[in-house]
């Protein structure tokens, strides 16, 4: 064990929670109790005792548990003083911060002990009444103009992770990023600040005077969410919708109920919070049989599409009918989403004769070319939507994680349920004219030439294996991607014009296929994003291009996956 036993006490006599302090302890009698000086409770200390959780541009995110490198209350304590410093440090005593928080394990107590610590820094603290979605404190930061907004949330992790997201307001910041989450150089400011507290147990913290609003704010977030929906439109959709276990359920039916959509089916399993999520392997909506139970009640009710929201309703995923893939529905991809949602958007901006779309560089091409044909200006953002909502200009956003920003004027984040209301909307107004989503996708296909997208992503235990894999990448690029040699060689660590850096790289063949390859930001993997476009040679089969574009992909994943060597 390198961590010292001197260091254990030191952390477990500083930890607020009996519940930490009793597993810290438990964890140090059993590896002193050991011999042989390599043990599994050694390691599992050395793990814990790494480092101080690292504040960054998401925040805190990371697995529950005692000590310094895990989430907890001394951890979240020595954040929120952080955070208060800094706030101090910008707009002076009397600063107010909007707290809100999922259904995860730990989640309420960390919003509460969020709230004490600001308090007792002599900063104003609004308390959300319940465990309520992201977009609902996005949305109040900037309706409520507070100074910065905490949401505590792990988004879609496994059910042992929690986090703590960070957004700024306008006495902070003065530019499009108001309400938006932080970016450099605040994370490092507030991070520098969380450095200098000292232990948890002596950070001050109130025991009341902290204000837990009432649901104005929830009921005027709805209200701007129905406000984004045309009174006059067919509303008798029947929707399956879930929330996956998350806390997003009760919002998002109200919301379409607001604007007409009634006939809708929650799945009974996943429709109430639990941070176990034991339906699924992983709450996320993208993944493989996540959305099993969903499109089961789908079929049974013969609906005309399945809506879905990850666990803090950030994030928003659909099905629609389909006869020609097995099973008869079709789950969309983040870009297919994307896509129609710009171009339901640039419908409405070009007759505006104004407005932005915005995509992260690692999300499909195709909104650059839908943006244009609408006359529109496109902008290309790094990963994530702390960028992407700092676009001037900008009317909607997306990235190819399913998160879409379709309203920044009121929240400038991703939202889960107000891009399941356009959604929704989307889909009865094709059913009107006799079309479907299935078809829109075909007609862009048709305009903008066919963009198949993919991902590989490999998940490692020993994060040395992704920058020893990038290392390699950079000192011997491929030369060929399925069949075509790849003509540009991006390093986007080195920055451009458009781009600040990032660690990532970007290859460009002959035949325009792209893959881009990148550390994700907020789990332990390697992340390769994969396009293809195909023009469609015959436009009464369109379907003939898919498959010539799926079978062009496989190759390029397969010369990828080699080329990454993990």
Same mark, same amino acid.
């Given at each position: ?270 429709? %109430? +919070? =639990?941070? !176990?999520?034991? #339906?699924? $392997?992983? *709450?996320? /909506?993208?993944? @493989? &049989? ?19 929201? %990850? +666990? =803090?309703? !950030?994030?928003? #995923?659909? $099905?629609? *009918?389909? /006869?020609?893939? @097995? &099973? ?239």
């Amino acid at each position: 064990m390198k961590t010292t036993a001197a260091e254990v006490r030191a952390w477990i006599d500083a930890d607020p929670d009996p519940a930490t302090r009793a597993e810290l302890t438990i964890l140090l009698e059993r590896a002193e109790a050991e011999q042989d000086g390599v043990t599994a409770a050694g390691a599992e200390l050395d793990s814990r005792f790494a480092g101080l959780l690292q504040f960054g541009t998401a925040g805190l995110r990371g697995a529950l548990g005692g000590g310094p490198s895990r989430m907890n209350r001394a951890v979240v304590i020595t954040a929120a003083a952080g955070l208060s410093a800094f706030l101090t440090d910008r707009v002076g005593a009397g600063f107010t911060v909007a707290i809100g928080y999922d259904a995860r394990h730990g989640s309420a107590q960390f919003a509460t002990d969020t709230a004490a610590v600001v308090t007792a820094a002599g900063g104003r603290a609004l308390l959300l009444p319940a465990p309520l979605p992201t977009p609902v404190l996005a949305f109040a930061v900037r309706h409520l103009g507070t100074d910065a907004g905490v949401m505590v949330t792990a988004s879609h992790n496994p059910p042992q992770d929690n986090g703590y997201k960070v957004y700024l307001g306008g006495r902070v910041v003065t530019d499009a990023g108001q309400g938006a989450q932080i970016v450099p150089p605040f994370d490092a400011e507030i991070a520098a600040r969380i450095a200098a507290v000292g232990p948890a147990n002596a950070v001050p913290r109130a025991e009341s005077g902290w204000e837990v609003l009432g649901d104005d704010v929830r009921e005027a977030y709805l209200r701007r969410a129905a406000s984004l929906i045309p009174a006059r439109h067919t509303r008798g959709l029947r929707l399956v919708y879930t929330p996956l276990h998350g806390v997003g359920g009760a919002t998002a039916v109200e919301a379409l109920r607001r604007v007409g959509f009634t006939d809708v089916h929650v799945v009974a399993k996943q429709a %109430d +919070p =639990d941070p !176990d999520f034991p #339906t699924v $392997a992983f *709450p996320n /909506p993208e993944e @493989p &049989g996540a959305l099993d139970l969903a499109l089961e009640l789908a079929r049974a009710v013969d609906a005309d599409l399945v809506l879905a929201n %990850d +666990p =803090d309703a !950030d994030r928003c #995923t659909m $099905a629609a *009918p389909d /006869p020609s893939v @097995p &099973g008869g529905w079709r789950q969309l991809t983040g870009d297919e989403i994307g896509a129609l949602l710009g171009a339901q958007t640039g419908v409405a901006a070009a007759m505006a004769g104004r407005g932005v779309l915005a995509s992260s560089v690692v999300s499909s091409r195709l909104l650059e070319r839908v943006a244009r044909s609408h006359g529109l200006e496109h902008r290309t953002t790094l990963t994530g939507f702390k960028w992407i909502a700092r676009t001037e200009g900008l009317v909607f956003g997306y990235e190819e994680a399913i998160g879409y920003c379709v309203d920044p004027q009121a929240v400038r984040d991703k939202d889960g349920i107000t891009a399941a209301l356009r959604l929704a909307y989307m889909a009865a107004q094709l059913r009107d004219v006799g079309s479907s989503v299935p078809e829109m996708l075909d007609d862009l296909a048709r305009r903008h030439g066919l963009h198949a997208t993919n991902q590989l992503a490999v998940r490692v235990a020993d994060l040395s294996l992704i920058s020893d894999a990038m290392a390699r990448l950079r000192a011997a690029a491929p030369t060929s991607l399925a069949g075509s040699p790849v003509v540009t060689v991006t390093d986007l660590s080195a920055g451009s014009a458009e781009l600040p850096p990032t660690d990532g790289l970007l290859y460009l063949t002959a035949q325009n296929d792209r893959v881009i390859i990148r550390p994700s930001g907020t789990e332990p993997k390697l992340k390769c994003y994969l396009e293809v476009v195909v023009p469609v040679a015959d436009p009464a089969d369109v379907a003939a291009t898919r498959r010539i574009a799926a079978a062009r992909i496989e190759r390029l994943r397969a010369d990828v996956a080699a080329a990454v060597g993990l």
